[in-house]
């Protein structure tokens, strides 16, 4: 029998999230509603890296129109607010096993988040489906509970420090007595309340409701510095997508102030200079060169209006998830949130876990506590679309803090310039250079570099250091295939109208 039409493809850092959003393009959505129902999914699924207390930016692409980056990302808190009661950070230390990262949570880390702003704002624009009707499936989710895959119990358990720093936090990931382990089952019925909420009266209680009460009144009387003003005053922005070409396609991405999509791009447009496909020498040599450029002048000018022209016009071009879609219309959406590492402050009668980006050090380089009241923190995170002839061909995003950028840049070589479908892009060994050594997972020839008296820091497995990428392709036949990222236990779909198979 013939195989039924395909409907579109979706990746992302979970199964049930992919199938969340795999159902969503079977039910008639577009990718838009796709990518809103499986984000409202990893809030459950994922609950580390992502929630209502998070932030992040879609990149919509919609067939004969210009590609729409919307920006619902963290800001600074303290409009209204002195600083003489704030609390200090709590340093935790965290292992990647063949890593340390330190990251800085409690109610001083927590900023004004943007995730339910920003999925009302895509829903009112894009969508085809009722908010009320995508936020079902999700609520469910978060009563019936979510077993925790393999991975996401190694995230619970190198992030114990944090979960388990506040009774709040503990109740949730340490219920009884020790951190959840992979196959227990995480509930949070204050969740599913919530995201009921949000699908039937919008945003309004997470900024100048009773939620938001909550919320302030709990992060002050803990030494945070969010206020009502703060959350009263947050807007999703739209911003013009930085483009750069790339082997005969263009590439759409995250502009300024976000960091990670401009030097993703001045990277591209380093190795499109050389007019073959970059060999490991080469990509961390570029890798190099785009991490000397994130001087302390590059991070002040990001908020500048224009930064994004003039930097790549003057040379050649944390915890988190990421989704991609494509539908069989032709509307892509890469979708990228964050919860950063998490602050550990559970609002009770919320269902929001808060954000620690303030306590993020990368993204706070300059040192924290640096930037003024409502200035969007410049993150790594960059949803990207790499369009052929106008119409979709590749969407990637990833997470995984300063290695966002290289899992992206590797990703999209992979495919262009090494002939790889999305899924063996993906799952493709990685590197990364940061702070002069070079990171190397196994089956990465580094004895060039090695003998060039390079710095390696070697992994003896692959490991969600190296980001959770998630990509999504359709190629000129109009086959779908996607590809998610093992490290974080990514999955993707191939969507028909009677079946969804798992790539």
Known sequence: MPRAPELGVIAAGHAVTA????RVLREGGNAVDAAIGAMLASFVCEPLLTGLGAGGYMLVVAPEQAP????????????????????????????????IQVFNIGAASVGAYGVPAGLCEAAERFGRMPLSELAQPAAALARDGVALSAQQAYVVEILSDIVTATPE???????????????EVWRQPELGDALERLGAEGAAPFYTGDIAEKIVDWTSRRGGMLTREDLGAYAVIDREPVRVPYRGREVVTNPPP????????HALSLLETDGAAPTVERIVEVMEQAQAERTPDFLAGLSEPGFGERFLAGGPLGSTTHISVIDRDGWACSVTCSNGSCSGEVVPGTG???NNMLGEQDLNPLGFHRFPPGRRLPSMMAPTVVLYDGAAEL??????SNRIRSAILQTIVHVIDDGLRAGPAIE?????FEDGVIYAE???????????GRAIGRFRDRNLFFGGAQAVERDRSGAFSGGGDPRRGGASFVVSAEVSRRH
């Open 169 to 183: 936090c503990a109740a949730l990931f340490a219920p009884a007595g020790h951190v959840l382990r992979e196959g």
């Open 428 to 432: 493709a060994p990685r590197v990364h």
């Open 68 to 99: 729409t980056l919307l920006d619902f990302f963290v800001e600074a808190p303290g409009r209204g607010a002195g600083h003489e009661g704030r609390a200090e950070l709590v340093p935790i230390s965290v292992s990647f096993g063949d890593a």
């Open 258 to 265: 976000s960091a990670g999509g401009i030097l993703i791009a």
């Open 352 to 354: 929001v876990h808060l």
């Open 442 to 452: 196994p089956g990465v020839d580094t004895s060039t570099l090695e003998v060039a």
């Open 19 to 22: 199938e969340t959003g795999a």
């Open 395 to 400: 969407v990637v995003g990833s997470a995984g």
